[in-house]
T-cell receptor, first 118, second 115 residues
Framework: GAVVSQHPSWVICKSGTSVKIECRSL??????MFWYRQFPKQSLMLMAT?????????EQGVEKDKFLINHASLTLSTLTVTSAHPEDSSFYIC????FGQGSGTEAFFGQGTRLTVV | SQQGEEDPQALSIQEGENATMNCSYK?????LQWYRQNSGRGLVHLIL?????REKHSGRLRVTLDTSKKSSSLLITASRAADTASYFC???????????????FGQGTILTVHP
């Protein structure tokens, strides 16, 4: 199957700093990528839809100024957590669908990033 | 919003036994997918069943879908200790455009298989 690489796999940062997480589709082009957040022992919550070349679409309740998403190319989307606080500590996962694939096919997930804000 | 409800929330069985997990959803779907997640790791895609399918098999996995009841089940036969993980269902909306790939996940079932 297609490969989505997410980096870093874990990061520890101080409160008030910003952290950037990368999501790359390695062997396919992804016009759309998705960012999810998962708290311990909970399910995945969709944060935003990242569209190549345009602004991201955020889910209700997700602060767009805090979680900056950039999808500059067909193979890379980045999520920047700005002015991080301890409550932002979570597991962040991206997913992507291949270009030209319609609904009805699997989404490919990155391996996730464990963010700890101290 | 999370539309999927899964039960049980936790399941503990012995190796060799079968494990059944159920998922219910609320809106119309194009397909439903099951994923596995080991603790603190990413998601592994297990199986996808389309809305016009009723049953699908993959190795020791069997998935059923009942669109009239808006429910699905995942059966793992002859379970192994290595099957210990969290299992999530995810629904793919019956929509086009940039909604492709926008999955809504259930709450998950934590499966523990004892050797």
């Amino acid at each position: 199957g297609a490969v989505v690489s997410q980096h870093p796999s874990w990061v520890i940062c101080k409160s008030g700093t910003s952290v950037k997480i990368e999501c790359r589709s390695l062997d396919f082009q992804a016009t759309t990528m998705f960012w999810y957040r998962q708290f311990p022992k909970q399910s995945l919550m969709l944060m935003a839809t990242s569209n190549e070349g345009s602004k991201a679409t955020y889910e209700q309740g997700v602060e767009k100024d805090k979680f900056l998403i950039n999808h500059a190319s067909l193979t890379l989307s980045t999520l920047t957590v700005t002015s991080a606080h301890p409550e932002d500590s979570s597991f962040y996962i991206c997913s992507a669908r291949a270009f030209g694939q319609g609904s009805g096919t699997e989404a490919f997930f990155g391996q996730g990033t464990r963010l700890t804000v101290v | 919003s999370q539309q999927g409800e899964e039960d049980p929330q936790a399941l503990s069985i012995q190796e060799g036994e079968n494990a059944t997990m159920n998922c219910s959803y609320k809106t119309s779907i194009n397909n439903l997918q099951w994923y596995r997640q080991n603790s603190g790791r990413g998601l592994v895609h297990l199986i996808l069943i389309r809305s016009n399918e009723r049953e699908k098999h993959s190795g020791r996995l069997r998935v059923t879908l009942d669109t009239s009841k808006k429910s699905s089940s995942l059966l793992i036969t002859a379970s192994r200790a290595a099957d210990t993980a969290s299992y999530f269902c995810a629904t793919d909306p019956n929509a086009g455009g940039t909604s492709y790939g926008k999955l809504t996940f259930g709450q998950g079932t934590i499966l523990t298989v004892h050797p």
